[in-house]
């Protein structure tokens, strides 16, 4: 009888000894403070997981700086050595072209056609006519452009006019097929205007003229360029034959292809 208490108190103290069951009650509590947890911290990870520092939120939908390529640093500015070398560089190549053009007896577009039309007229060289036509549009580039702008289109035309007046002393062409002159010398004074825009020059023109019509008149200055260029190559009808005229407007067809598809702001980086 004594054996049998001392057994049941041992089973007792043994069922007391061992981990109870949780009750509906303490279940119920748990999980509400799980669901409050989760509610105050919904973006809280696993702290057993290590931190990879991002943010792994899956419904944050992605700003529209994601999409956008990284901006370019700032290109550094041409030394006055590169100016210096690419304004002579410039002026060689683009005399050259013209050069090939009177070869040709064939007119552009621009400040540089109208000289050629009126060296075929009179007896005045060419690199004189395109210094002196150039001469009001100087006047106008310091008023619209500023004096660094206008400094540099003077040295140009200047140079210019003298390569051109030395083209015809150091290279003598006796026979020129005048399709291969009038569209080899377009696409050469392209090339050379190219190098001089990258260097902050040009040879002058009526593109100054332009844009003060568009900004007196509303007109456009594309509209208004291309009307001048269109006069000049016309009034070319008057020194040169139909077939040269022809030849030249294709010719500026291939000067201005040459400045689109190639000098747009903003794609290179030198400056």
Known sequence: MD?????????????KSLPQAPTCGQVALARTVTENVTVLDPTASDP??????????????????????PLAPPAPRHSVLEDVLGILTGTVIASFGLFLLKSSAAVTGGTAGLALLLSYVGAVPFGVLF?????????????????????RTVAAVALVSLFSSLHPILLQVDTLNPVYGVLLGNLVIGVGLLVLFRHKASLGGFNILALIVQERLGWRAGYVQMTLDVVIVLAALTVVSPLVVLLSAAGAVVLNLVLALNHRPGRYLGT
């Open 3 to 15: 054996s049998g208490i001392v057994i049941l108190g041992l089973t007792a103290q043994h069922h």
């Open 48 to 69: 057993t997981l290590p931190d990879t520092g991002s943010d792994t939120r899956p419904d944050t939908p992605p700003t529209p700086e994601a999409f956008r390529a």
């Open 131 to 151: 210094f002196a036509v150039n001469v009001p549009f100087f006047l106008l580039a310091i008023w619209k452009k500023g004096w660094n702008f206008t400094l």
